[in-house]
């Protein structure tokens, strides 16, 4: 049946993992994927992870099938982490959630559900958004739609822009909005901002989506939760997909949850019981380590507080590398004012190099990035940022 059928293209993101891991030039740096690493190179299991694994390993009695959203206690936590301890949504048992695997797996839940009581919901993106947003919400039935996002000249959040196009769109679509560390941009929304958004939604009645997957990794996890908040008080319906691949360094544990916010409890219930039906479908009910460690960790004032040190310690190391980038850049006498690199957040950078110059390091210095020129920080050390900066500098000054 595969004879005249076309192969699929490599996928932009893990497409880039698979050519880096081909790639046999010993000096490449891998600066495409989302994914932590330290000052060594390597993708770390965080102390507290570990701790949890041989707790687990000790006192796990049984491998029978979780509940279809989970274990209980893990989407208390999920809860208390995206909108704070002392949230009105989780008092007022306004919020249900469900374990999903990763991310993604958070957000086809999300669009499954969504789309299950309106057919005809269009799903607007940021220009740009991550590559898989899309995919994942065609995927889901979805016709896909963007909304003015980056400003490119400015280099920040074209905010007016983006106001005055989702201030029209249609009642019942979705809007998907980054939470915090947008990728692939690095520019976040302000406090501000977001409670303008919300009286936007409001108005206009779309549905507001918001993908938090990189909570801790861009001014902290309380800081970082301003978005969700601001929603979430706001009594609107809304959808939460959230991920521990990145600060609990869980990547291929599949950690994630769907929670769905109500105006009341008694709505909560149906929307738990239709994202069951959900979840039932598309995998039946999740895997159980990825969550339990999670669990186990935010249930252990010890595991907790050393869970924070840590992502503390991931948060600075991407702030140091973010600035050497640029400093290495200046010391170089590059022209080019990349100062704006340090007014974004989170693991990426848009750096704001062009596809030939992405494609001419990739060629010449087996130095990967997305196409888009976005630059996960993280594959930065102190042993190749100077090669880096160097390789950046030659391109810049044979692209003059
Ligand atoms: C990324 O954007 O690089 C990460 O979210 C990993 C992925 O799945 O694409």
Same mark, same amino acid.
């Given at each position: 049946?595969?004879?005249? &059928?076309?192969?699929?293209?490599?996928?932009?993101?893990?497409?880039?993992?698979?050519?880096?891991?081909?790639? @046999?030039?010993?000096?490449?740096?891998?600066?495409?994927?989302? #994914?932590?690493?330290?000052?060594?190179?390597?993708?770390?299991?965080?102390?507290?992870?570990?701790?949890?694994?041989?707790?687990?390993?000790?006192?796990?009695?049984?491998?029978?099938?979780?509940?279809?959203?989970?274990?209980?206690?893990?989407?208390? *936590? #999920?809860?208390?982490?995206?909108?704070?301890?002392?949230? *009105? =949504? !989780?008092?007022?048992?306004?919020?249900?959630?469900?374990?999903?695997?990763?991310?993604?797996?958070?957000?086809?839940?999300?669009?499954?559900?969504?789309?299950?009581?309106?057919?005809?919901?269009?799903?607007?993106?940021?220009?740009?958004?991550?590559?898989?947003?899309?995919?994942?919400?065609?995927?889901?039935?979805?016709?896909? +739609?963007?909304?003015?996002?980056?400003?490119?000249?400015?280099?920040?959040?074209?905010?007016?822009?983006?106001?005055?196009?989702?201030?029209?769109?249609?009642?019942?679509?979705?809007?998907?909005?980054?939470? /915090?560390?947008?990728?692939?941009?690095?520019?976040?929304?302000?406090?501000?901002?977001?409670?303008?958004?919300?009286?936007?939604?409001?108005?206009?009645?779309?549905?507001?989506?918001?993908?938090?997957?990189?909570?801790?990794?861009?001014?902290?996890?309380?800081?970082?939760?301003?978005?969700?908040?601001?929603?979430?008080?706001?009594?609107?319906?809304?959808?939460?997909? @959230?991920?521990?691949?990145?600060?609990?360094?869980?990547?291929?544990?599949?950690?994630?949850?769907?929670?769905? =916010?109500?105006? @009341?409890?008694? +709505?909560?219930?149906?929307?738990?019981?239709?994202?069951?039906?959900?979840?039932?479908?598309?995998?039946?009910?999740?895997?159980?380590?990825?969550?339990?460690?999670?669990?186990?960790?935010?249930?252990?004032?010890?595991?907790? @507080?050393?869970?924070?040190?840590?992502?503390?310690?991931?948060?600075?190391?991407?702030?140091?590398?973010?600035?050497?980038?640029?400093?290495?850049?200046?010391?170089?006498? =590059?022209?080019?004012?990349?100062?704006?690199?340090?007014?974004?957040?989170?693991?990426?950078?848009?750096?704001?190099?062009?596809?030939?110059?992405?494609?001419?390091?990739?060629?010449?210095?087996? !130095?990967?990035?997305?196409?888009?020129?976005?630059?996960?920080?993280?594959?930065?050390?102190?042993?190749?940022?100077?090669?880096? /900066?160097?390789? &950046?500098?030659?391109?810049?000054?044979? *692209?003059?």
């Amino acid at each position: 049946m595969w004879k005249n &059928i076309e192969a699929a293209p490599a996928d932009a993101i893990l497409g880039l993992t698979e050519a880096f891991q081909a790639e @046999s030039r010993p000096g490449k740096v891998n600066l495409g994927v989302g #994914v932590y690493k330290d000052e060594t190179g390597i993708t770390p299991i965080p102390g507290c992870v570990k701790a949890a694994e041989l707790i687990l390993l000790e006192t796990e009695k049984t491998k029978s099938y979780l509940p279809i959203p989970g274990e209980p206690v893990y989407g208390v *936590e #999920v809860q208390k982490l995206i909108f704070g301890e002392s949230s *009105e =949504v !989780i008092s007022g048992r306004r919020a249900v959630t469900a374990h999903a695997p990763g991310g993604t797996g958070a957000l086809r839940v999300g669009a499954d559900l969504l789309k299950k009581f309106n057919k005809d919901a269009k799903l607007w993106l940021s220009d740009p958004s991550w590559t898989n947003h899309r995919s994942v919400f065609s995927a889901a039935g979805y016709a896909v +739609e963007e909304y003015p996002y980056y400003d490119a000249d400015a280099k920040g959040v074209d905010f007016v822009a983006m106001k005055e196009c989702l201030a029209r769109v249609p009642s019942g679509d979705v809007v998907l909005l980054h939470a /915090c560390c947008h990728n692939p941009t690095g520019f976040d929304l302000s406090a501000e901002q977001w409670k303008e958004l919300v009286e936007v939604a409001k108005k206009a009645g779309w549905i507001p989506f918001l993908d938090f997957a990189y909570q801790g990794l861009g001014e902290g996890l309380e800081q970082d939760r301003v978005g969700v908040v601001a929603f979430a008080e706001s009594g609107l319906d809304m959808v939460v997909s @959230s991920s521990f691949s990145k600060n609990f360094g869980l990547y291929r544990e599949r950690v994630g949850a769907c929670t769905v =916010v109500t105006p @009341s409890e008694a +709505e909560a219930v149906v929307a738990m019981s239709h994202l069951k039906t959900v979840v039932r479908v598309l995998y039946s009910n999740p895997p159980a380590h990825g969550g339990l460690v999670v669990k186990t960790v935010l249930t252990s004032k010890a595991l907790r @507080s050393q869970w924070v040190e840590e992502l503390d310690g991931m948060c600075r190391r991407i702030k140091e590398m973010r600035a050497q980038l640029v400093q290495g850049l200046e010391k170089r006498g =590059v022209e080019r004012d990349f100062s704006y690199i340090l007014r974004q957040r989170g693991m990426f950078s848009f750096s704001g190099l062009s596809k030939e110059m992405v494609e001419w390091l990739r060629a010449e210095k087996a !130095i990967y990035m997305v196409g888009s020129g976005r630059i996960n920080l993280a594959g930065l050390t102190t042993s190749n940022i100077d090669y880096v /900066c160097d390789a &950046i500098a030659e391109g810049l000054k044979q *692209e003059k």
